[in-house]
Structures are given as structure tokens and as C-alpha cells.
């Protein structure tokens, strides 16, 4: 059961291999799932699924390799479900005195006489009040006139009553191309977060205190250490107006989501138009401008660089010298040039591009993209950008 079931996860791209088939063997050997095809669904999900964009696929496969399985335990029959999908086309009219004199149940009450009618019903029911049916008044079932809470199970609603779909998919369309809000975006840069001991206030080192006072046979012996701080320097170089006006929103929202970090030991921002030709500037009107010698000079490499840009221009304004209007006595230097000598002082730099992947070659992306390690600004690549910048720089 366990190793088709995987094959079926790994075809849909969910990175599951042994290790997750030998946890899930042990699980179902010491009875984590309840001997019940809910608990084995929530088992595999918890040890099949690393990341939440994964769930919708997992769902999907789980349906697809168990649906119509019957389980000892719940007398689930194919025969049920292929009667439910047929319905009865008849569905009693209730006045209002009479939808009142039904009985309401909470969720659990609900579930446990939903067990029980599985496991006692043998055969279709149309139009009654009590067992699993179509076109009758039981809260089990579809198109009927239930009470206004119930368990749909298959087929389309009567009134609209039911509190829980059976067989319905818990999650739906988490896709790793889209693109981010500020939350997921917060998130995602949160992975470079790093600490260092420092300061002058000292905390307790329980773990040290232990192994003191155990050395000291037994007699207390306080240990303290510097309290952990975050270490993590970043600077943000964004692209605006032109080209990048359709993704100022996107942007904005990876703006927000940098500066309300409170992991970042600091965060530098700066403004370039296409590409840096020599300066970056502190405001979005380039009225404060910083030399890339300075910045340099300033920032050591363990600065981690994040570029954000569309690269795209037209080709002069990155490969010849004098490429743009505005170079003043950094005139002399090609756009590319500048962008290597960043790339290549940082020991850690991405650069985030929102225009869809397939655009990226035939054009002044292709360039870039040979200078910088370049990712798209959805939540697959802010989340690949995140874990480079973590490991090191390019070869």
C-alpha cells in the first residue's frame, strides 16, 4: 500500500523518498493512524509533506490512490458512493414548523453517528430520515431537505445545510509561482536571520550552568554567556520606474516585508533606474546619491546583496560605456562592469527578477543573469534566492 502511494506523491513532484516510506512503515506499525483511513490521511501528511506547497498536491494523490478503497473498519463500499452520485430525484418540501421539530447536532455528534450508520447500513436509501441517502430529511447524504447542519456526502447540496463535505480536498491551488505578499514575503527572508554573542548584559547559560555545577560535584556553579543578537546585514538595491512600473506593488510589498524585519542587525536600501551605472541612490527620486566605491568601502562582504529588477533595457545602456545620460565622472564604465564589481565584492549576492521566466533570454536579462544568480520573485524563487544567500557565493 505504502510504496505505490509514494510513487504516486514522487510523480507529482513531492520530494519523498525512503526515509518518509520507513517513518510512515513505523507510524502505521505502532498504530499512529488508528487503524482508520482519516488517521493514516493526516499520518502521511505529517510525515510525507516538508513544505506547505505541497499540501494541495498531496491531497490530489491521496484521493487519486485511495478513493473507492474500502476500509474494514468503516464498511465503505464502492456500491454506496456509486449510489450516491445517482441520486433520486425526489426531495420533500418542509414547512418551517417542521424544519424547526428536526434535531441539530454539533460537528462531533455528527461524525459519530455518520461511523455508525457506515458500519450498520447495507443497502440504498432514498427519501428517508435516518440512514446515509438522497432526497430524504437525514442529516447523511446530498439533495435532500435536512436539518441546517449536516454531512454532504457526494453529489450536489439540497438547502445548502451541510457544516462538512466528505471527500472534499483540504487544500486548494498553494502554487509556487505566484507571486508574494508581505507576509510570505517576511517569511521567506526570515531564513537569513543569524545570531552572534554580544553585548555587555549577560544572560544564563542553563546548558553551561549544568555542566559547571555537575564538574563541581553537585555544588551550584552559575554559568552566564553574552545575550545572542542578530548578525545579519543586508543590503537592498531596487529597480524603479520605466519597465518596473507594472511591478511597483510587488515591490513595495518586498520593501515592506525588509524593513518590519526585526532580524536584521541592518538593512540598507538603495534606488537604481535599469541598471547602476556608478551610483545608487537613497530615494526613489535620485536625489541623494551614493558612489559604488563608496558603498564598497563602506560595506564588507559578508553584506548580503539582494538585487531587484526586471533587467531589461536596450543593449547600449549595458555593454557600452556611456550607456546612460546620468554617469557624471564615472563616466567610461560599462552598466555590466558595475554590476560585476558588486557581484563580485559580496561573497553572497541573488538577484530577484519579476518578469516571468520565460522571457528571460534573447534580451539584457540574459546578460545579467550571467553576472548575478538570478531567481523570479514568486515563492518558489524567494525561497530558492534565500537559501543561496545563506550557503555562499557562486563559483
Given amino acids: 500500500m505504502i510504496v505505490p502511494f509514494i510513487y504516486e506523491l514522487r510523480a507529482r513532484e513531492i520530494p519523498v523518498g525512503m526515509q518518509e516510506a520507513l517513518n510512515l ?14 488517521g493514516f490521511y493526516y499520518v502521511a501528511r505529517a510525515l510525507l509533506v516538508h513544505t506547505e506547497a505541497h499540501l494541495d498536491d498531496f491531497d490530489q494523490a491521496f484521493r487519486k490512490h485511495f478513493h473507492g478503497v474500502e476500509v474494514e473498519a468503516k464498511k465503505l463500499k464502492d456500491e454506496l458512493f456509486d449510489w450516491l452520485r445517482d441520486a433520486a430525484e425526489r426531495r420533500p418540501e418542509l414547512t418551517d414548523e417542521e424544519r424547526a421539530m428536526l434535531e441539530h447536532y ?14 450498520e447500513q447495507d443497502e440504498r436509501h432514498d427519501g428517508g430520515n435516518r440512514w446515509i441517502g438522497t432526497g430524504g430529511t437525514s442529516p447523511f447524504g446530498h439533495s435532500g431537505s435536512a436539518a441546517r447542519q449536516g454531512i454532504r456526502v457526494g453529489g450536489p447540496g439540497g438547502g445548502r ?30 531564513k537569513l536571520r543569524a545570531y552572534v554573542r554580544e553585548g555587555g548584559e549577560e544572560e544564563l547559560d542553563l546548558d553551561g550552568t549544568i555542566d559547571a555545577t555537575a564538574s563541581n560535584a553537585g ?20 529597480d524603479v520606474g520605466g519597465s518596473m512600473d507594472p511591478y511597483a506593488l510587488l515591490v513595495s510589498r518586498l ?19 535599469n541598471c547602476v551605472y556608478g551610483y545608487v541612490y537613497r530615494t526613489e527620486k535620485f536625489d541623494d546619491p551614493v558612489r559604488i566605491s563608496d558603498l564598497i568601502a563602506e560595506c564588507g562582504p559578508h553584506y548580503k546583496l539582494i538585487v531587484v529588477g526586471d533587467a531589461l533595457m536596450a543593449p547600449y545602456e549595458l555593454l557600452h560605456a556611456g550607456g546612460s545620460l546620468d554617469l557624471g565622472d564615472e563616466a567610461g564604465v560599462e552598466g555590466i562592469v558595475w ?16 518578469e516571468p521566466g520565460r522571457f528571460w533570454y534573447g534580451n539584457t536579462i540574459e546578460y545579467v543573469a550571467n553576472v548575478f544568480d538570478m531567481y523570479p520573485l514568486t515563492l518558489a524563487g524567494l525561497g530558492e534566492a534565500m537559501g543561496h544567500l545563506i550557503k555562499g557565493r557562486r563559483a
Fill in 219 to 238: 555544588e551550584l556553579e552559575i554559568v552566564t554567556r553574552p545575550p545572542r543578537r542578530p548578525n545579519t546585514r543586508v543590503i537592498l538595491l531596487m
Fill in 25 to 38: 512503515a513505523h507510524a502505521l506499525g505502532e498504530g499512529l493512524h488508528d487503524s482508520s483511513l482519516n
Fill in 161 to 190: 445545510s451541510a457544516i462538512k463535505v466528505a471527500d472534499a480536498r483540504l487544500y486548494r491551488g498553494y502554487r509556487s509561482d505566484v507571486t508574494l505578499d508581505v507576509r510570505q514575503m517576511s517569511v521567506a527572508l526570515r
Fill in 106 to 119: 454539533d460537528l462531533d455528534e455528527l461524525r459519530r453517528m455518520f461511523e455508525e450508520r457506515l458500519a
Fill in 339 to 354: 554590476l560585476m564589481r558588486l557581484q563580485d565584492h559580496f561573497h553572497r549576492s541573488a538577484w530577484l527578477n519579476p
Fill in 255 to 273: 520593501f515592506t516585508a525588509a524593513s518590519k524585519s526585526t532580524h536584521f542587525k541592518e538593512l540598507r536600501t538603495y534606488y537604481f533606474h
